[in-house]
């Protein structure tokens, strides 16, 4: 390490640096970056330095501490967590150079920060890039002072570098685990009224190019950016600001808590005066104020922006900010809008399953469930593996998660069914099947017919393979029954035994095995539903295209066939329709009351 190293990055030395950007890139880290952009352009951050990068490294030679941080390096995931809780204890018994304490004390009175409270945070040199934000990744202290409790809070900061959370983070995005270095921002701290995030672009609505995005609570952001506490959000109109007005659409929550400084240092949780529970946490003009602010970061950093901004004794500051990794790229909207990008939805059928609001970890399992299935149910109906292979982009991607709901994308439902022999009928009965109402119709938008030329192209059978899937097909439709007895004698077996499990009381690793075990039981041998629902879907298919030649001649809409098939029974899904009927019937006679036909119904199903 050259011995004339810079220790600590100041915002006044910075902007006369020839290679001011290497330099930020190299020792400070992303957020320090970014708050000296902001700096740069004006904008109202608190005062601040940074302790760079090389200063973690010459902490770490001046404690011996080289081989610990390599060895966590070659470690496996699941030694992460215990192994960052050894390395914070060995940092913090660690010492800071005589050097770099006595720049540190000279920065905080030359800033005039020596008498204040301060906030320490980290800066990884990978943080908030337009590609990694890692965000909540690194500590932060808030209402440090005191050139000891500095000093403590920078080593638990250099520490958070090697946290469980952060290593997860960076093997997840094949971010090398080596030559890890943490750079330290210390800034002054703003002890805020009311404070919170906002959303240059609408992170939840990604497509909606107009819509801005604030949260807001009482006291310090860190209620809201630690989950702890709810925000008012208020969704702001980014062209009528444009045009000097605002839009705001508010969303207002109960707001009875608040995280202000604690009078010993720190945080404290506090009440907030009933009064103010239940109102705005910002007036129009503070919205208008940070809304503006938040669209000025995009356009002079050149991205939108995710900031943290705090508003102490009605001066409005901004504290840090990155880029919102999460939008679709400008070229998807451009291609969007020039017809190049777009894609159908529907859900039809699927919102039985997943009828509410669906978590990005549940809409995963699903999607890789569906893609699982359904090369199953291609390699069952004798599809080429190479066909297959080819179409990997198909499989994984049957599903869209849109606002929560889950979709169908309704192309690549088409792509699959073309890979099957007789994928003319395939296509009315899987329409039939998925409760898709329009179907691919020739009156259809010239948009949407586009997305759907590939259909006039399919995937070409040899006659000898129609023939096989023929033979294939009429011989499971025998065996059906069997084939469904022995799955289900499977999978009762091995669900009971699963069910008598406590999950609760197994350890991750266990945890995880287990998954993959029961995917092993169930998912990878699914083929007989798939066969069964093939079947279903044949049959119903024929039965629908039977009723529209019985009844007027083509006539659109006719139900008969589910007419025919609702009556015969042993339907579970029509259970729910026929005890609605039965309530009806029996409240139209007037005999009795409802309380009483509930009870004769247990009664009768032995539930008393």
């Not at 809201?224 to 839009?247: C, I, T």
Request: proline letters at 4%; one cysteine or more; a negative charge.
């Amino acid at each position: 390490m050259s011995s004339n190293f810079q220790r600590l990055l100041l915002p006044s030395e910075l902007k006369n640096h020839p290679d001011v950007t290497g330099l930020l890139t190299r020792e400070a880290g992303g957020k320090a970056r970014n708050l000296y952009r902001m700096t740069s352009h004006g904008f109202p951050v608190p005062a601040w330095f940074c302790v760079s990068a090389s200063s973690f490294q010459e902490f770490v030679q001046h404690n011996g501490l080289r081989v610990e941080l390599e060895r966590m390096q070659s470690m496996p995931l699941d030694q992460f967590e215990a192994q960052a809780k050894y390395i914070e204890e060995i940092f913090l018994k660690g010492s800071l150079s005589p050097a770099l304490e006595s720049e540190i004390q000279t920065a905080l009175k030359n800033l005039d920060l020596h008498d204040c409270f301060v906030a320490v945070r980290s800066s990884g040199l990978d943080e908030d890039s337009a590609a990694n934000s890692f965000a909540g990744q690194f500590s932060s202290f808030l209402f440090q002072k005191g050139t000891a409790a500095i000093a403590e809070s920078l080593k638990r900061c250099w520490a958070s570098g090697f946290s469980g959370r952060a290593m997860a983070y960076r093997v997840e995005r094949g971010i090398p685990l080596s030559g890890i270095a943490v750079g330290v921002v210390i800034q002054k701290m703003v002890n805020a009224d009311r404070a919170g995030v906002a959303f240059s672009r609408n992170p939840v609505r990604a497509l909606d190019r107009d819509s801005l995005l604030i949260a807001s609570v009482y006291g310090l952001g860190e209620g809201l950016v630690s989950g702890y506490l709810e925000s008012d959000n208020y969704d702001v109109s980014r062209s009528e600001l444009a045009a000097e007005r605002l839009k705001v659409t508010p969303t207002l929550v109960l707001k009875d808590q608040a995280f202000r400084q604690s009078p010993s240092g720190g945080v404290s949780i506090v009440s907030v005066p009933e009064v103010e529970q239940t109102i705005s946490s910002l007036s129009e003009s503070e919205i208008k104020a940070v809304a503006q602010l938040t669209k000025r970061l995009e356009v002079e950093l050149g991205a939108p922006q995710d900031c943290e901004w705090a508003i102490e004794n009605g001066e409005l500051y901004v504290v840090q900010t990155r880029p919102i990794t999460s939008l679709p790229s400008e070229d998807y909207f451009d291609m969007s809008i020039r017809g190049h990008m777009p894609t159908l939805w529907d859900n039809s059928n699927i919102i039985e399953s997943y009828s509410g609001v669906t978590s990005p970890l549940t809409f995963s399992f699903a999607s890789r469930a569906y893609r699982q299935v359904y090369i199953q149910f291609c390699e069952v109906m004798g599809v080429p593996q190479a066909w297959i292979d080819e179409r990997e982009d198909v499989f994984r991607n049957m599903l869209g998660l849109i606002r929560g709901r889950i979709y169908y994308n309704l192309v690549n439902w088409y792509k699959l069914v073309l890979l099957l022999p007789g994928s003319s009928a395939n296509k009315s009965f899987m329409e039939t099947m998925m409760g898709v109402k329009q179907g691919l119709k020739p009156e259809v938008a010239p948009e949407v017919a586009k997305l759907f030329e590939f259909v006039q192209n399919p995937p070409r059978y040899r006659l000898s393979q129609k023939i096989k899937l023929t033979v294939q097909t009429i011989v499971r439709f025998r065996q059906i029954d069997d084939l469904i007895a022995t799955f289900n004698r499977g999978f009762v077996a091995a669900y009971e035994v699963a069910r008598k499990k406590d999950y609760r009381k197994i350890g991750f690793d266990e945890l995880v095995a287990e998954y993959h075990k029961l995917e092993d039981q169930f998912l990878k041998k699914w083929q007989v539903p798939i066969i069964n629902d093939y079947l279903c879907m044949i049959f119903f298919g024929l039965l629908k295209s039977l009723t529209e030649k019985w009844v007027a001649a083509g006539a659109e809409g006719g139900s008969l066939q589910n007419d025919l098939l609702c009556g015969q029974g042993d339907l579970e899904s029509t259970e729910p329709t026929k005890t609605l009927m039965r309530i009806a019937a029996h409240i139209d006679s007037e005999k009795g009351s409802f309380r009483d036909w509930v009870f004769k119904r247990e009664s009768d199903d032995g539930l008393e």
